[in-house]
């Protein structure tokens, strides 16, 4: 049976990894699955489907309902739930699985770094240290907490503009990564940023953010990660792609 695999993306690698592979596995059928969260996704080579598959019985559904051979979930590391859905849904499935994980960002001396569990943990930081002018980086999901605070005045950077108003007062920044650190450094100073709220991400496109704050002696107030499902992992795409190919070489030697 033909080859297909299923990227599950909404990030800069799910991007370049379908282009990739589509340059190295020419024969190989190619699916992405977006969330559908943002309305003009960058386009890639394949197929794309949106939308979710209704939790992990959906995804097992999806998977054998169109025959995928191999999943990589490029999602990003805190889309914790379809991450979890996937490593349940393959496992059920015996469907050979890789998380594409962007490596962490490392800590200097330099920084000043408060590490939180989640959005209400910042928050209640926040309210005890004195910034005026504060730089939101989370997504809209996690905004509501802020609203309780008042002293301080928010800069929330989203991909597109909001269709619904904010559950909290703010100027919208739009923009999608990569972010270069002159650039971050720049928005920081026009806005007369004193803190920075950030998920830890990783991954050098949005890392600009981190450099110009440690430039600029900004504290950051960082957002755990949460814990990535058990599994093969792969830091970038050029390994997910090692991984691809030693396990399409395995699929094609096994009757
Ligand atoms: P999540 O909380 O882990 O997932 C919530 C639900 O959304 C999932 O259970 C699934 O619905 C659906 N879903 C998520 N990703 C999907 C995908 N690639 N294809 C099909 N369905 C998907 O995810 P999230 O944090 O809301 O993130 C949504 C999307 O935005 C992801 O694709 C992620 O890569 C991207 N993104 C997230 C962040 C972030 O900070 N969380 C940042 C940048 C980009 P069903 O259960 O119905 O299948």
């Known amino acids: 049976m033909a080859e297909c695999l299923l990227i599950l993306g909404g990030t800069a690698e799910a991007v370049a990894l379908a282009h990739a ?27 794309v489907r949106t939308g979710g598959f209704g939790g992990a019985d959906g995804l097992a559904a999806y998977l054998t309902g169109t025959n995928i051979s191999h999943v990589i979930d490029a999602t990003h590391p805190f889309a914790a739930q379809i991450a979890r859905n996937a490593q349940a849904a ?30 209400a943990e910042a928050a209640a930081h926040l309210a005890d240290m004195t910034a005026k002018s504060v730089f939101l980086t989370l997504g ?55 803190a920075l709220v950030t998920k830890a991400s990783g991954g050098a496109a949005t890392e600009g953010k981190i450099r110009a704050a440690r430039a600029l002696r900004l504290p950051v107030v960082m957002l755990r990660r949460p814990t ?21 070489a395995r699929a094609k030697s096994t009757p």
Do not use: Y
């Open 140 to 194: 809209i999901r996690d905004l509501e907490p802020f609203a309780a605070l008042s002293g301080a005045a928010f800069v929330v950077r989203l991909i597109e503009r909001p269709a619904a108003p904010l559950p909290i007062e703010a100027q919208v920044v739009t923009g999608r990564g990569p972010f270069c650190q002159a650039d971050e450094r720049r928005l920081m100073q026009q806005h007369r940023i004193d």
């Open 228 to 248: 990535t499902p058990p599994g093969d992992t792969a830091p970038d795409v050029a390994a997910a792609l090692r991984w691809l190919d030693s396990r399409l």
């Open 90 to 119: 393959c496992e059920a499935t015996g469907t050979p699985r890789l998380k594409l994980l962007r490596p962490m960002w490392q800590r200097t001396p330099a920084d000043i770094w408060i590490d939180v569990a989640d959005a």
């Open 21 to 47: 592979a589509a340059k190295q596995f020419p024969g190989l059928s190619t699916v992405t699955s977006l969330a559908g969260v943002t309305s003009r996704p960058t386009p890639v080579p394949g197929d």
